[in-house]
Each structure stands twice: as C-alpha cells, then as structure tokens.
C-alpha cells in the first residue's frame, strides 16, 4: 500500500493555480465588458475547487483505510510475536501471576467494603479484569507447553490443582461480568429492533410521498402537452396572419397621415409577440427544471431504498450475532466443569464479544448517522415536492395567462381583419415596417438558438457533472467494497492464526516427541556400539556364541539403516523446504519488479495528464481571448442600437415639436391679426376721448356757475323766469352723467386694452426667442445626411452580426474540444483506478502465497509467525 501514488493535483500546483485565477479575476475585474466571462470563469473554478475537495477527501480516507489496515497488520505481527516468544517470559509471567492474585485478593476485600461505590467504579474493574484475564490466560498457554516438554511430578500436580482452584475464583468473577455484558448488549437489541420499527415507519410515509409526487408530475406532463398544443395553435395563426399581409401588399400610397399610429400598434405587437415567445421559453425551461427534478427526487429515493435494504441487511446481521451470542453463553455457562477448556473459550469469548461489542457500536453509531441522513433526505424531499407545487401553480398561472394572451390575439386578430378590410388602400408604408419586424423575428429566433445552443451545453455540463458524481459514487463504493474485503481478510488471518497456532501446538509436540524418539535411538545406537566393541573383545573366548550375536548385529544394522534413512528423508525435506523458500523470494522480486513498472506507468500517466492540463491552460486562454472580442462586439452593438434608437426616438420628438410650434405660430399670428384690428380703431377712439375731455371740462365749468349762482341768488323770484330753461338744463345734465359714465367704462377699457397689449408683446418676445432656438431649414437639409448615416450602421450592424456567428462557431468547436479532453481525463483515471485494483490483487495473492508458505515451512532453525515472516534466532 506504500507504493500507492496519488493522482490529484498537490498542493502547491493548486496554490498557483489559485493565484493565477485570483491575478486573471483582477486582470477582468478592469473590464466592465469581461463581466459574464468571469462569472463563468469563477464558477468554473469554484467546480474544479469543489472537485479538487472531494478528491482529496477519498485520498485521505484511502489513507485512513490503509493505515488502519498495516494498524491491523502490525497488531496482528505482535500477537503472533508475542505468541512466538512465549517461552522467554514465563519466569516474568509467573511472578507477575502472583502479583495480579494478590491484586485480586486486595480488590475483593475492597469490594466487600465499597459495595456502594459499584456503580462509580464498574469501568475501571472491567479494566482491570480483562488485564487479568489476559494475565492468567498467558501463563497457563505457557505452562502446559512447559509441562508437554518436561516430566511431571506429583509435587507440581499439586501445586497445579492449588493453581487452578484460584484461577476458577477468577474466572467466577470473570462469569459474572461477562453476565452484566450480555444484559447491555440485550438492552441494545432492544434499541435498536425500537429504531428498526421507527425506520420501517419512515420508510412507509417516504413511499406515499413518493407515490404522491409521481402523481403530480403525470399531472404537469399533462399541463404541458395542452400548452404545447396552445402554442402549435398560435403559430400557425402567426403564420396565417403573415401571409394575409404579403397578399395585402400592394396598396401602401394612401396612409402617410396613419404611418405612425400603425407602426406603433405593430411595435406594441412585436413586444407582445416577443414576450410570449420570452414566456414559452420560460415554461419550456421551468418544464425542463421540473423534469431534472423529477429524476433528481427518483435518484434520491432509490438511494433511500437501497439505504433501507442495506439497513435490514444489517439489522439481520445483528439479529444472527445476537442469536450466536446467546448460543456462546449457553455453551460457556455448561462447561464451567472443565477448566482447561473453559480458559480456551473464555478467551475466544472475550476476544468474540469485544469484537461483536465494537461492531454493535458502529452499527447503532451507522444506524443513527443513517436515520438522521434519511431524516434529512426526507426534508429536502418534502422541499423539493413544496417548490415542485409552486412551480406547478406558477405554470397554470402562466397557461391562464397564455389563454388570456391568445383570446385577446384571437380578438385582435379579428378586429385587423375587419380593419384591413376596410382599409386596404391604407397599407402603403407598412411593408417596410413588415420587413423590419420580420428581420427583428429573425433575429429573436437566432437568439432563440443561440440560448438553445447554451442551454444543450448547460445540459451537457450537467450530466458531465452527473458522469462524474457516478464516478465518485464508483469510487466511495469500490472503497467500502475494498474495506469489507479487508476486514474479511482480517478475520480470515485470525482464523489462520488460530490455525497456525493450534498448528504450531502440534508441530512443537511431534517435534518434542521426535527429539526425544532421536535420542533414544541416539542411545540405542551408542549401547550398540559399546556391544559390538564388548564382542569384538570377546570373540576369541566366545566363538561358539558369535552367531547368534552375529544375528543380533544384524538386527540392529538393519534399524540403525532405517533410522538413517528417516533422517536423510528429514533433510531432504528441508532442503526441498529452502528450495521453496528461493522460489518464493524470487517471486517476491519478480512481483517488486512489476511494481516498479506499474510506478513507471503511473509516472508516465501523470506527465501526460500535466500535459492535457497544460492544453487546457492555453485553450482557456484562447477562449478567453475570443470571449472578449465578443463581449467587445456585442457590446459595440448595443451602443450602435442605442445611438440608433436614440436617434429615432429624438428625430420624432423634434417632429412633434415641430407641429406644435407651426400649430402655436398659426394661432399667434390670428391673434395679432385680431390685435392689429383692434390696434386701428384705437386712434377714432383717442379722438373720441378728447372730445369728451373738452365736452367734460365745458360742463364742468358751467356746473360751477351754476353753483355758484345758486349759492347767490339774483333774483328772489328766479323760478318765474326758469320756466322755459328747465328743460334743456335738464336734458344737458343728463347727458353730463351718461357721458361721464360712458368715459368711465372707456378709461377702463382702454386700461385693460393696455395690459393685455403688453402680455402679447411678451409673448411675441419669447415666440421669436423659441424660434432662434428651434431648427430651421438648415437641419431639415440635414434629415437625409443622417438617413444614409444610420443606412451605413445598420450594414456595419449586419457584417458585426455575421463575424458574432462566426466567433460562436468557433466558440462551440473549443468547447467540443474541451468536453473531447475532459473524455481523455476520465478514460485515464477509470484506467488508472483499473490499474490500482489490478495491484490489489496481486498483493492480495502475494499476501496469500506468503500465509500458505508460512503454513507449509517448518524449519528447525527459523521461527514463524502468521504473515509468513522469518524470524532469525
């Protein structure tokens, strides 16, 4: 697992990278016109930040699995160890023996006194009982190995039986513990067949939610094939409606006075036409939106039904452990009778449970951490499902709109009809307007394309994405397949070990028995040595007796033979055994030589990847570059389209006022007519007023002799002579006083003639003043200079547009060559993980290999330990 290599980008790479895209973000934070690619440019980085997270995630859990794994192996290579090295300690062991049973007896006291305190103190005795466990299981393991060696006493078989009396206290105790263990862990049971009914619950309402939710959706794909229907409907009367105004196209010289008010009412139209095709393409989207959802709420609900089934799964799991536990207690509570066994299944109790008790943890811990993430999928669903209704309610809102909209066209449609009809000799002017808008159609239908070509790469993008999370998925699952396998592995090593253990047991005893067999017949061979020399001495004094010893010589030249042969069959043996050995270890080397290889491969796999990294740079560039020669086109013809605008809505403003003023300058110049008319009889009247000054001062002055001889009379009697002048005095003072009263009314005539003479002027005043403001024949001259000005953009606006396309295409075809080498990258990783699953394999076999060799190799001159490792005395 060493020689696994990475393949995500490190962290100084990813450190530049970074800087670089902060330096370009500054760079296209200066230009204004750079915006939309660097909101795309940031959320492209922001994925590939994203992504960059989630692999180095996976890599430091890939970690995480192998150290744990060589934690596993290491612990695995000290029990074998400790178990190789048994011999040396037992005289450390037996004094520690006596020191763990005083502890015991100390502990017993203090329990008899602090019986109280059980409940503060029941961790720290289980601690301490499994050391001791641990403590007393070693030396017995040691002690029956030294008493399989050596002769037995009856002194020592005492001492045993005394030994194993204390012990059975011990294991009592141990009993009783094991007893509190197996009531927690039916307590769990409990919580978790609790949290099993709890899950099965959710699991129902998820179902009738998600049969709710399908119901729906077959409920909108209904909606939206009536409103695609409406829109065929509205189309074809679009077209009907085009072609009834080619064929109205001849008669256009009669509505110059009308040019306006129509083109007005078709710009109304076309914005009306523009929103509702603005509109179909929000329902086609918000459809599209409703239907990834839909698959995103199916996604997400088979995943909830495999999280369910996994669940049950592993509710089985710990059903059958449980049942195996109750079996293990049963068996361990009937043989408490012989303690020799009892001590080897104690241990494999202890060793079982405390497995079984970490699995039981991280099932509860799996299965909590389960039901909150199904608790939480169940919030986001009921979210989804919230949004998915005000999305629905949102387009019948939009398909009454839509009705609304084609009624009020239908009746539209209706009264043009009416209306052309009545007036076809009125259609002179609007041809051009026709083809202005039918170009403006043209060009909202590219644009239409255009968002339907971004739209397909945002889709692309989107199942690019979905590709990739597929992969991750892969990834996460081959990780936990591979950890499953090792934990499987795991427990198969334990089974070996205990193999090889109990193997070992044997092999030493067969060992042992065949030692001591060599040395008898080492014996046997020495006696008969020393009888062939006594014979050979005694031949001369025995000769009568030398065939009988003869055949006793025989005799024994023939086992002497026999044992010979066992012993060259031994060495054969082992040297067929190191031959096997040298096999292995050429293997061994053979397999470091692929490893390398493959190392090499990946080395060169990295270099290429770099390389397809580094394309990627520089056609990122290119894209940026072409992207803002865009930007800077579209943004010259949004400025052109403003200008032209601009210049048409002021051209007509400057018509308007024009009207207006001719329409004030008629109406001043009546009035000064009337003025000037007026302004003639001012003179007759003048004339009229000084002679009625005269008349007035005349009558004045005879109203004072009047008065004055009125106040002296001449004559008493003056009525006498009065007779005859009353009435002509009476007929002049009337006419004093209906002069005077008509001088009255003229003086106040000719005071308000005067004010209203003076407001005239001013307003002539400021009339002259407005007319040196306002354009005179020269702009008029002017008006076709600027036509052939806006004639020359429109052309500039066109060749802009045709190199606007051409730059999309070019646009497109890097983008096709960016999906091509995201392709090659995703090819590249699936071989690389292929690779990294081939080299498993091979080290699983290797792993293997080296356990049967371990299994097989028996040497009297090496120690083994379970992975198959030599051990040099």
Partial sequence: MQNQVDLDIDTGQFDTMERDFQEVLRDLGTDQNLERFRSEFDKLYRSLKIIHENQRRLISKCREYNAEISQNASKIQTVLKMTADDSAAIQQLKTQLEKAYKVLEIQQEREEKHKQKIKIQENEIKQLLCHNVDNSIKPLNKAKRQNSGQTTTVHELLQRKQELLKEKEILQIQVFGTRSENQSILDRIKSLETSKESVMKEYKILQQQKAEFEERLQKD?????????????????????????????????????????????????????????????????????????????????????????????????????????????????????????????????????????????????????????????????????????????????EIDRCDNNNKKIEEDFIAKQKYLSEKQNELGGLQKKIDYLNKKIANVEKETEQQCLQFSQAQTKYFHSLDEIKLKDSLISEFQKKNIETEAKLKQQQNLYETVRSDRNLYSKNYTEKQQEIEKMRRSYKIVNHQISQLKEEIEAKGNALAKEHLEHKKKDKTIEEQSRVLEKYKTDIDEKAEKINKYIKRVDKLQFTIKDEEQQIQNLKEEFELVVAERDILSTQLIRRISETNLLYEKIKINESTLKKGEQQYRERLGDIQMLKEKIADYKREIKVFKREADTIKDLEGDIHNLTKELTEEKLKAKALTEELENPMNVHRWRKLEATDSENYELMTKIHSLQKRLIQKTEEVVIKEKVVEEKEKELKALKDEMKRKPGLEDQAMIPYYQDSLRQKEEQMKAMDQELSMYQSHINEYKLEIDRINKELQRVKQKYFNQKKREQQQRDLRIQEEQGQSIQVILPEKKYVGGGFALQK
């Fill in 221 to 397: 794909e209904e909606a939206k094939n009536v409103t695609q229907a409406e829109l065929e409907k509205i189309k074809r009367d679009f077209d009907s409606l085009k072609e009834d105004e080619k064929q109205l196209g001849n008669e256009k010289k009669k509505l110059k006075s009308e040019i306006e008010k129509v083109t007005l009412q078709n710009s109304v139209k076309t914005k009306e036409i523009e929103n509702f095709k603005q509109e179909k393409n929000r329902v086609e989207k918000e459809l599209k939106d409703t239907r990834d959802k839909k698959d995103s709420v199916v996604k997400i609900n088979e995943q909830i039904e495999e999280k369910i089934k996994d669940t049950r799964l592993q509710i089985e799991l710990f059903e059958t452990e449980i049942e195996q536990l109750h079996q293990k207690i049963s068996e361990g509570e009937e043989k408490k009778k012989r303690m020799s066994e009892l001590v080897k299944e104690q241990e494999e109790l202890a060793e079982r449970i405390e497995e079984e008790k970490q699995l039981a943890n991280n099932g509860l811990n799996q299965l909590e951490d389960d039901i909150q993430i199904e608790r939480k999928k169940a919030t986001d669903d009921r979210q989804v499902i919230e949004d998915l209704r005000r999305a629905r309610n949102i387009l019948q809102k």
